[in-house]
T-cell receptor
Framework: KAGVTQTPRYLIKTRGQQVTLSCSPI?????VSWYQQTPGQGLQFLFE???????NKGNFPGRFSGRQFSNSRSEMNVSTLELGDSALYLC??????????????FGPGTRLLVL | GNSVTQMEGPVTLSEEAFLTINCTYT??????LFWYVQYPGEGLQLLLK?????DKGSNKGFEATYRKETTSFHLEKGSVQVSDSAVYFC????????????FGKGTLLTVNP
């Protein structure tokens, strides 16, 4: 099975612009989660989508949004970019195993640099 | 809320040395526990997991045992290789947080030949 794929891998934007990142989950996985990784804050949860619905949300401002399509592919959007949004954005997909627990598998990430 | 504490790095070892990276957690329910590894310039790879108390996760010579009594999930390897150099993250998820992952801050491991 192919793993989680994310596009683009690298992105450079300027302050005030907006950006859209894309994630394709592992085939058969219906849940997609997004995380932001920075040197200062570490790995922080952004949101999770399941069957096109946001199921879980982290503590990020409304400039960060996402959506999921019927084929489980997901996009996240950041509007009015700030310098502090420079980070590695990781997408993870998961399926629910026996007993209800889920194991998340991560993509390679999109590295965003805001100038 | 949930939290994960792992030992501060960086950790520097010689090849074939024994590795321990400590991880303790706080959770309200009965979490699943994970170790992920991140190689330079890459995303996270699942290294091993354990879903209930006393479970031992293992992969590629790495092991970790879910200890409910000490709320710990320490990562060990008997003989590290240069190729094990990476950042290691301990994480948990549970039903109460709707299975979102809570991560530790990561431990940088450098193995010298």
């Amino acid at each position: 099975k192919a793993g989680v794929t994310q596009t683009p891998r690298y992105l450079i934007k300027t302050r005030g612009q907006q950006v859209t990142l894309s994630c394709s989950p592992i085939s058969g996985h219906r849940s997609v989660s997004w995380y932001q990784q920075t040197p200062g804050q570490g790995l922080q949860f952004l949101f999770e989508y399941f069957s096109e619905t946001q199921r879980n949300k982290g503590n990020f401002p409304g400039r960060f949004s996402g959506r999921q399509f019927s084929n489980s592919r997901s996009e996240m959007n950041v509007s009015t970019l700030e310098l502090g949004d420079s980070a590695l954005y990781l997408c993870a997909s998961s399926h629910r195993g026996p007993g209800g627990q889920e194991t998340q598998y991560f993509g390679p990430g999109t590295r965003l640099l805001v100038l | 809320g949930n939290s994960v504490t792992q030992m501060e790095g960086p950790v520097t070892l010689s090849e074939e040395a024994f590795l321990t990276i400590n991880c303790t957690y706080t959770a309200t329910g009965y979490p699943s526990l994970f170790w992920y590894v991140q190689y330079p310039g890459e995303g996270l790879q699942l290294l091993l997991k354990a879903t209930k108390a006393d479970d031992k996760g293992s992969n590629k010579g790495f092991e970790a045992t879910y200890r409910k009594e000490t709320t710990s999930f320490h990562l060990e390897k008997g003989s590290v290789q240069v190729s094990d150099s990476a950042v290691y993250f301990c994480a948990l998820s549970d039903r109460g947080s709707n299975y979102k992952l809570t991560f530790g801050k990561g431990t940088l491991l450098t193995v010298n030949p």
